[in-house]
């Protein structure tokens, strides 16, 4: 992968906002290690900067907020290990944002798929266009599997059975079902949404900060009280990143070829 295509996740403060740009638009803005790394390094910079009120993350060029993690990336995996480091680095990252002591919101236009929808998902509040296509298709894309905080989180947000159709029939979420769902918190039109948001997150400067900060932080001990240990999936995340079918997704994705589920 050229260093041209290796994206970038964009940071700048506005009024006491905080806002990450997603930007890698020739590819949905799939995630390369080098835009996780600078999610978490904006994540460090959000949290010592006391002037701000809230953080706004959201996708250049409105087609997406972010389609999963760039599958090329996968092609050097081997072992199970490869498939268990990647998961916690991906945990880390999306633990980092989901425990920013500050309000989080989360501009959804297009498709947030795969390590898009966990980010959003560890975002404090959703807004969304009528564009939005939410979900982990990786049933029908991937075939690997995620790690159990990212799959609690989304039973935490879906319910179980909705979370069964995500993840097992790797169906997509359209906008006004994901509301329904409480899967977002509002569907806005394409030239409302910036203002609408921009007003929710100005909005935390008339809250009592302390308040906010510890809302957030007690809701999220509920939350973890009940989340499962960490490395409870590492079995089926072996399990799948080493299989054949894996292997086979990926040089579909990578060199066009074609392939069949196998079961292995």
Request: charged share 25%.
């Amino acid at each position: 992968m050229s260093d041209n295509d290796q994206g970038q996740v964009h940071y700048h403060s506005e009024d006491g906002v905080a806002w990450l740009t997603f930007d890698r638009t020739a590819s949905r803005n799939a995630m390369t290690w080098q835009m996780y790394d600078q999610l978490e390094a904006h994540c460090e910079t959000i949290e010592n900067d006391p002037e701000l009120v809230a953080v706004v993350m959201r996708g250049a060029g409105g087609e997406a907020f972010v389609a999963g993690t760039d599958i090329k990336q996968f092609a050097t995996f081997d072992k199970g290990e490869d498939a268990i480091a990647y998961e916690r680095r991906i945990d880390r990252v999306v633990g980092r944002v989901e425990h920013l002591p500050l309000p989080t919101l989360a501009l959804l236009e297009g498709f947030c798929v795969g390590g898009g929808a966990a980010i959003a998902l560890a975002c404090d509040f959703r807004l969304a266009t009528p564009t939005l296509k939410f979900g982990i298709p990786i049933a029908r894309t991937l075939g690997n599997c995620l790690s159990i905080t990212n799959v609690s989180r989304l039973v935490e947000h879906a319910g179980i059975a909705r979370a069964k159709q995500v993840l097992m029939a790797g169906e997509l979420v359209r906008a006004e079902e994901a509301l329904a769902l409480g899967l977002v918190g509002e569907v806005v039109d394409a030239e409302a949404i910036e203002t609408t948001v921009v007003e929710r997150a100005q909005a935390f400067k008339e809250r009592a900060p302390l308040t906010v900060r510890a809302a957030k932080e007690v809701i999220q001990r509920v939350i973890e009280a009940r989340r499962p240990a960490f490395d409870a999936s590492d079995d089926w995340i072996a399990t799948c990143y080493t299989s054949r079918d894996f292997k086979a997704a990926v040089d579909k994705f990578v060199n066009k070829t074609p392939f069949r589920w196998q079961g292995h």
